[in-house]
Each structure stands twice: as structure tokens, then as C-alpha cells.
Nanobody, 123 residues
């Protein structure tokens, strides 16, 4: 069974940066797309970015475009989310998830999820 573990969350001031990691075990991620999602208190889970492990193609939602960068290291079976110019509204629990479907942020097609890591942006 594919298992995903996120790390790298924490408390950061507005304008700061964090890098999240998502490491997989159990299967190679080569044929997967890895999505990053977030859920703030009282809000629905929303997609942030998705990256193809095959070719590194990535898609970003407008709210993070130009600030967040997804990357992958196939040798380490790991995906990274570099988050720059963080804003208080980026505060949420961040999850990574895997799908063998196309490059999409449709939550229903993601079968395997990590446990989440808390990101708090506050002064």
C-alpha cells in the first residue's frame, strides 16, 4: 500500500518561506501525479498544486501562482512544495495525495493521502 508522509510545516511570519516534503513508501511514484491540498479551520479542503512525477509538469491555482513551486526527486520518491511570500490566508493543514489519473486537483480521484502538516502564517 502506498503511504505518504508530509513534513516541513511550522510557524512562519508573513512574507516568509517554508518547504514542505512529501515522501512515499510502498510504491514508486513514477506513474503518479502528486497533489498538494490544504484545509483551513472551518473551510473545505482545496487543491493548491499538482505535479506529474513523470515529467515534472505542474499546475497551480491562482492564489499561489508565482509564490509556490512544486518539484520532485524521483530517486528519493519525494515531492517538495516551496512556499514563498507566505500570507496569513495560507494558514492551513497541508496534505499531499497521489493519483494515477491525469494532472488534476479533483479530490475524488486521489486514493492515497498523507496525514497532513500544519502551516501557520502569523506575526
Amino acid at each position: 500500500q502506498l503511504q505518504l508522509v508530509e513534513s516541513g510545516g511550522g510557524l512562519v511570519q508573513p512574507g516568509g518561506s517554508l518547504r514542505l516534503s512529501c515522501t512515499a513508501s510502498g510504491f514508486s511514484l513514477h506513474d503518479y501525479a502528486i497533489g498538494w491540498f490544504r484545509q483551513a479551520p472551518g473551510k473545505e479542503r482545496e487543491g493548491v498544486t499538482v505535479i506529474s512525477m513523470r515529467d515534472g509538469e505542474a499546475y497551480y491555482v491562482d492564489s499561489v501562482q508565482g509564490r509556490f513551486i512544486a518539484s520532485r526527486d524521483n530517486a528519493k520518491n519525494t515531492v517538495y512544495l516551496q512556499m514563498n511570500s507566505l500570507k496569513p490566508e495560507d494558514t492551513a493543514v497541508y496534505y499531499c495525495a497521489a493519483t494515477q489519473d491525469s494532472l488534476t486537483l479533483e479530490i475524488d480521484v486521489y486514493d492515497d493521502w498523507g496525514q497532513g502538516t500544519q502551516v501557520t502564517v502569523s506575526s
